[in-house]
């Protein structure tokens, strides 16, 4: 078989973004893969039958990281380079063809550009890989609740992109009487140093028996995913693992634009606030890392007559 080096993302979300990618590579150069990305990512690749080995990037001052990744490939010769990192290591070690995603790309959809570099010419939609042994995992996760679920992804990396916590109460309670969702248990789900969102709800929904779990690993919760009827949430990396599970997804938007990161599948939706990103961020002084949430106008009405036009699309 033929060897393939794909070098991905640090980020969660980009990350399952390129999974459809890798998946078409593998399969159009039948190769088996090297992943290089970073720490929070690397679990998504651990149940992909094709995947040999993952570097973990560990990141230094001056970019020194990539010497150590040199280090490690570089006496291999490789069939294959995917690089969507646009690194200059690549070119130090030996490679019969180089696929490079340009770090200054065009503004569409992130999906729509990993598609450039597709050999076989479709559109790569992201998937991932789950094995029996983390659905296995999963289950203990869930304590022997009986479905069906619910995924509600009520976090995000920045506070800017979280809906109100108030709003998900009463979305929650709403969709609850949906026919479709009717004595559905709700789980929350969200990555560690989240978890506060997910107590202040468990605090304010206590006639619903919610199973919390913020915090747990990615492939305990993507295939958490795979269990559930439907995801609702923010513009997270778990959003676009949930859509790469292919169960019906819901992303929330509004300082973050729908148009180049959206939820991917034929099963993904998404609403986003009145207000463009340009338009909620048009403001003085603003600073993603500090302002406070930006999605008050979205209305719970307006997601759960979004949640309804979802569940119409798949019957």
Known sequence: MNKLLFIG????????????????????????????CGKVAAPLFEDCPFVEDIIKISKKKYSLHWVDIWKKIRLNKWDIICD?????VIWFVKAKKRIVLRSSGDKIHR?????????????????????????????????????????????????????PT????????RILNIKELRDSKVILVGGPGEEIIGEELCKKLTDIELINLIGIPI???????????????NDSGLMHLSAATGIPTLGLFGPTDDKLYSPTGKNALFIRTPKSPQELMDIPNFNHKT????????TVDMVENRVKDLLRRIK
Not at 18 to 24: E, K, M, R
């Open 84 to 88: 969507l990192r646009s690194t200059p």
């Open 111 to 163: 999906i729509k550009r990993l598609a450039k570099l597709n050999p076989s010419g479709k559109m790569p939609i992201p998937k991932i890989w789950i094995s029996k042994e983390t659905l296995s995992d999963a289950k203990k996760y869930l304590n022997n609740y009986p479905g069906p679920y619910i995924s509600i992804g009520p976090t995000a990396n920045w506070a800017a992109k979280v809906w």
């Open 166 to 173: 108030d709003n998900f109460v009463s979305l929650i309670n």
């Open 219 to 233: 492939l305990p919760t993507a295939a958490i995913f795979s269990l559930s009827k439907i995801f609702i949430g």
């Open 9 to 36: 993302n640090t980020r969660l979300g980009d990350a399952v973004m390129s999974t459809g990618l890798l998946n078409d590579l593998a399969n159009y150069y039948n190769a088996k893969a090297t992943i290089v």
């Open 291 to 298: 302002s406070p949430s930006l999605m008050g106008t979205l």
